[in-house]
């Protein structure tokens, strides 16, 4: 039985600078959202603690205002 001979795939290991610049480049799309969701919790941080100081002086304000005098 003479068969012809099958063509395997000659299989070759991982290339290593593709693999490190694939890493690289994955963690700085990680890092840049994980940045980009912190930037916003502290804006969203910085704006309520802004309206509690502008709510806190309205409050003294009107307070000192209704106060009767003695």
Known sequence: MAGGRVAHVTLKGP???????????LG??????WKMHHWNEQRKVRSFYDLLEKASEVFCFVFS?????S
């Not at 290339?15 to 480049?25: K, M």
């Not at 700085?28 to 959202?33: I, K």
């Not at 205002?65 to 005098?69: E, N």
């Open 65 to 69: 205002v209704l106060s009767p005098m």
């Open 28 to 33: 700085l799309v990680a890092g840049g959202l």
């Open 15 to 25: 290339s290593v600078v593709r693999e490190l610049c694939i890493g690289f480049a």
